[in-house]
Nanobody
Framework: QVQLVESGGGPVQAGNSLRLSCAFS????????MGWFRQAPGKEREFVAA????????YYADSVKGRFTISRDNAEKTAYLQMSTLKSEDTANYYC?????????????????WGQGTRVTVSS
């Protein structure tokens, strides 16, 4: 059974950076597309970024484009989300998700496995 464990969240000042990690186990990491989603209090879960199984093709929500970078290390079975120039509106629980093969997607329901989330709080 695939398991995902996020880490790296916490409080941060606006304008600063933070890197989230997602450790993958229980499957063949290189067969999965990886995504990051977030959910702010009182809001629906939204797509943040995703990356192809090879790592060659990242894509981003418009709200984070140019500030966030998704990457993966297939040897370490870990996905990352580097967040820079953080804003108060980036405050949310951030979730790592894995999708087995298939097409690129920003739709949460099309991901097969989820982590428990890590909280990011950006203060101004």
């Amino acid at each position: 059974q695939v398991q995902l464990v996020e880490s790296g969240g916490g409080p941060v000042q606006a304008g600063n950076s933070l890197r989230l990690s997602c450790a993958f186990s229980g499957g063949t990491f290189g067969s999965y597309r990886m995504g990051w989603f977030r959910q702010a209090p009182g809001k629906e879960r939204e797509f943040v970024a995703a990356i192809s199984a090879s790592g060659a093709t990242p894509y981003y929500a418009d709200s984070v484009k140019g500030r966030f970078t998704i990457s993966r290390d297939n040897a370490e079975k870990t996905a990352y989300l580097q967040m820079s120039t953080l804003k108060s509106e980036d405050t949310a629980n951030y979730y790592c998700a894995a999708r087995f093969a298939g097409r690129a997607t920003t739709t949460a329901s099309e991901y097969h496995y989820w982590g428990q989330g890590t909280r990011v709080t950006v203060s101004s």
